[in-house]
C-alpha cells in the first residue's frame, strides 16, 4: 500500500469549502417532491421520460470524480486563469438567471460549466481531459424541451408499433399497425409512451457511461459503446413490447414493470457482450489505473493557492446570489379566462355537444385547458378540438403531433399545406384514416402563438417565457375535423369547404384564446 501523503491545511481546507459551498448552490437538483413510493420511484426512473429531477444521474457524476480524485490531485497546482474565468462567467450568468426563472433544470449547464471551471482554477487546463466523462453525463439530466419531447415520444411510439409488428410476424402473428396501434385478429395493442422505450434508451445510455468509466474505454471504442447503447435500448424493448402483447397477464401493473426491468438487464448483458467483442476486434485492452503518487508533483505556493481561492470564492457568489436574487412571478394561471368561456357552445347556425378527450393517448401533452367538442347543423358534423397553454410550460407543452390526431388508432393517408385566409396563417389539412377499415376524417390542425418547433426549443432552452420578456400568449393547437364517407375527390372537396366554413365563424372566438384578460 502507497504511503499517504501529508495533506496541505490551506488546500484541504479550500477543498472542503469549495463542496460545502457547490452542496448548498445545487442543493435544489438533489430535492424530489414527487411524494412517489419505492415502486413508483423505479418505474419514474426506468421508464417514463418525464421522470422528475437528475439526483441519480448527479451521484454517477460525483462517483466519476471520486474515481478520478488522485489523477486530479497528482497535477500541478497551477490556476488557467483565462479558461477558469471564461468557464465561470457563463456559470454565473446562467445560475443567476435560473434563480430568478426559476428554471431549475438550467442549473445543470450551470453545473457543468462550474465543474470545468473549478478544475482549471484549482489545476489547469489539463484538469478538463480528466473531468470530460462526469461533465458529460451530466448531459443526461437535462429535461429534453417539452414540445420537443412531445415529438419524439410520438415517433418512439411509431417506431415501436413498426417494430413490434415485424417481429410478430417474424414469429408467424398476423398483426398489422395502424399509428400507434398494433392490430391483432382478436385484440388490438396501443403502444403508449412508457411502452416506446425513450426512457430504457436514456437508462442504458448511462450504463454504457459506468462501463466506459469501469473498463476505461477510450477512443473509438468508447464512442461507439455510447452510440450503440440507446439502439440495443431500443430493440430490446421492442422485445418487451412483443411478451407484453403475448402475455396475457401483462395488463398487471407489477408485471408490467418486472417485464421492463427485466428487459433492461438483458439490454446491459448485450451491450456488456458487444464491448468484448470491441475489445478484440480494436485490440484495446483496458488501460491500467494510474498509480496513486505518494507526494505531490509541485510545490504548492502562493500563485497555486490563488486559483483555489478564486474558485472557491465564485461559488460563495453563487450560494449568495441563491439568496439575494429576487424571482420572477408569474400572474396567477387561475385569472387566465378559459376557452370554454371564450368559445361559445353555440356559433352560429351551429348547436354543440361535448366530447370525452382520449387523456391516455395524449399522454405527457399537457393543456393549461382544453375544448372537445362536436359542432352539428342541418346533418353536417364537425369536432372543434382547442389546447392551450400549460400549467407548467418547463414540464409540459401543447404543441405535440398527437394534437392534430382524433385519438389512438387514427394514422394520416395523405396530407397537404394551405394558408388559413385572410391572415395567411400556415396549417395542415390531412386525411385520417382508423385501424385498417374505411372510417376516415378530413383534418384541419395548426398552432398559435408559436413560431413552430425551433422556436419553441429557444424558448425552453432560454427559459425566457418564464420571465418578465415572455410571449404575451399562451400557446394554442387546434383541431378541426370532419366525417369523410368516402376516398373520393368530390367527398374530399366538399369536406375541405365545410372546414374552411366553420373556420371563418370560429377565427374571432379564436382570437381572444390564450391571452389574459384585458384589465390583467
Same mark, same amino acid.
Given at each position: 500500500m502507497s504511503k499517504i501523503r501529508a495533506a496541505d491545511p490551506r488546500s484541504l481546507a479550500l477543498g472542503t469549502t469549495a463542496l460545502i459551498l457547490a452542496a448548498i448552490a445545487y442543493r435544489a437538483l438533489f430535492e424530489t417532491s414527487n411524494g412517489y413510493d419505492l415502486e413508483q420511484d423505479v418505474e419514474m426512473l426506468f421508464f417514463h421520460s418525464s421522470a422528475s429531477g437528475p439526483p441519480v444521474v448527479l451521484l454517477v457524476a460525483l462517483w466519476f470524480i471520486y474515481r478520478r480524485w488522485h489523477r486530479l490531485i497528482a497535477l500541478p497546482r497551477q490556476a488557467s486563469w483565462g479558461l477558469g474565468l471564461g468557464l465561470f462567467v457563463p456559470c454565473i450568468l446562467i445560475y443567476g438567471?435560473?434563480?430568478?426563472?426559476? /428554471?431549475?433544470?438550467?442549473?445543470?449547464?450551470?453545473l457543468m460549466l462550474n465543474l470545468m471551471g473549478c478544475g482549471a482554477l484549482f489545476w489547469g487546463a489539463r484538469a478538463l481531459r480528466i473531468l470530460a466523462l462526469p461533465t458529460a453525463v451530466l448531459v443526461l439530466a437535462m429535461r429534453i424541451p417539452a414540445a420537443l419531447l412531445n415529438e419524439i415520444l410520438w415517433s418512439?411510439?411509431?417506431?415501436?408499433?413498426?417494430?413490434?409488428?415485424?417481429?410478430?410476424?417474424?414469429?408467424?402473428?398476423?398483426?398489422? =399497425?395502424?399509428?400507434?396501434?398494433? *392490430? *391483432?385478429?382478436?385484440?388490438?395493442?396501443a403502444i403508449i409512451e412508457t411502452c416506446a422505450g425513450l426512457r430504457s434508451c436514456e437508462s442504458l445510455a448511462m450504463l454504457a457511461f459506468l462501463m466506459v468509466d469501469l473498463f476505461r474505454r477510450r477512443g473509438l471504442h468508447?464512442?461507439?459503446?455510447?452510440?450503440?447503447?440507446?439502439? =440495443? /435500448?431500443?430493440?430490446?424493448?421492442?422485445? +418487451?413490447?412483443?411478451?407484453?402483447?403475448?402475455?396475457p397477464h401483462s395488463e398487471i401493473h407489477e408485471i408490467h414493470s418486472l417485464q421492463g426491468i427485466a428487459m433492461l438487464l438483458v439490454g446491459l448483458v448485450i451491450l456488456y457482450?458487444?464491448?468484448?467483442? *470491441?475489445? +478484440?476486434?480494436?485490440?484495446?485492452?483496458?488501460?491500467?489505473? /494510474?498509480? #496513486?503518487?505518494?507526494?505531490?508533483?509541485? @510545490? #504548492?505556493? /502562493?500563485?497555486g493557492l490563488a486559483g483555489s481561492f478564486a474558485a472557491t470564492a465564485a461559488l460563495a457568489g453563487l450560494v449568495i446570489l441563491s439568496a439575494t436574487l429576487p424571482r420572477w412571478e408569474a400572474a396567477a394561471r387561475g385569472l387566465l379566462?378559459? @376557452?370554454?368561456?371564450?368559445?361559445?357552445?353555440?356559433?352560429?347556425?351551429?348547436?354543440?355537444?361535448t366530447l370525452k378527450t382520449d387523456?391516455?393517448?395524449?399522454? =405527457?401533452?399537457?393543456? #393549461?385547458? #382544453? =375544448?372537445?367538442r362536436r359542432y352539428e347543423r342541418n346533418g353536417e358534423s364537425v369536432e372543434l378540438f382547442v389546447g392551450v397553454g400549460s400549467r407548467d410550460p418547463r414540464f409540459g407543452s401543447p404543441f405535440s403531433p398527437k394534437s392534430a390526431h382524433p385519438g389512438s388508432g387514427w394514422w394520416r393517408e395523405e396530407a397537404w399545406p394551405i394558408s388559413l385566409q385572410p391572415s395567411g396563417r400556415p396549417a395542415r389539412m390531412s386525411v385520417m384514416r382508423y385501424g385498417t377499415g374505411g372510417r376516415r376524417k378530413l383534418v384541419l390542425d395548426w398552432a398559435e402563438g408559436s413560431e413552430g418547433l425551433v422556436d419553441e426549443i429557444f424558448r425552453f432552452a432560454t427559459a425566457v417565457d418564464s420571465s418578465a420578456w415572455g410571449r404575451p400568449r399562451e400557446g394554442v393547437a387546434v383541431r378541426i375535423s370532419t366525417p369523410l364517407r368516402n376516398a373520393s375527390p368530390s367527398e374530399q372537396a366538399a369536406a375541405e369547404a365545410l372546414l374552411l366554413d366553420f373556420y371563418r365563424s370560429i377565427r374571432p372566438k379564436l382570437d381572444v384564446v390564450g391571452f389574459p384578460p384585458e384589465n390583467g
Open positions: 438567471w435560473a434563480i430568478y426563472t426559476g /428554471a431549475q433544470d438550467l442549473l445543470i449547464p450551470a418512439f411510439q411509431i417506431w415501436t408499433a413498426e417494430y413490434t409488428n415485424f417481429l410478430l410476424r417474424l414469429i408467424g402473428q398476423p398483426s398489422a =399497425v395502424a399509428g400507434d396501434q398494433i *392490430l *391483432l385478429p382478436d385484440q388490438h395493442f468508447a464512442g461507439l459503446l455510447l452510440i450503440l447503447a440507446p439502439l =440495443v /435500448a431500443f430493440g430490446v424493448n421492442g422485445l +418487451r413490447t412483443l411478451t407484453l402483447i403475448l402475455n457482450g458487444i464491448d468484448g467483442v *470491441l475489445e +478484440r476486434l480494436l485490440t484495446q485492452r483496458g488501460q491500467p489505473a /494510474a498509480p #496513486r503518487p505518494t507526494r505531490p508533483t509541485s @510545490p #504548492r505556493g /502562493a500563485a379566462p378559459f @376557452p370554454d368561456s371564450q368559445i361559445p357552445k353555440e356559433l352560429d347556425s351551429w348547436t354543440s355537444t387523456l391516455s393517448f395524449l399522454g =405527457v401533452v399537457r393543456y #393549461r385547458a #382544453r =375544448v372537445d
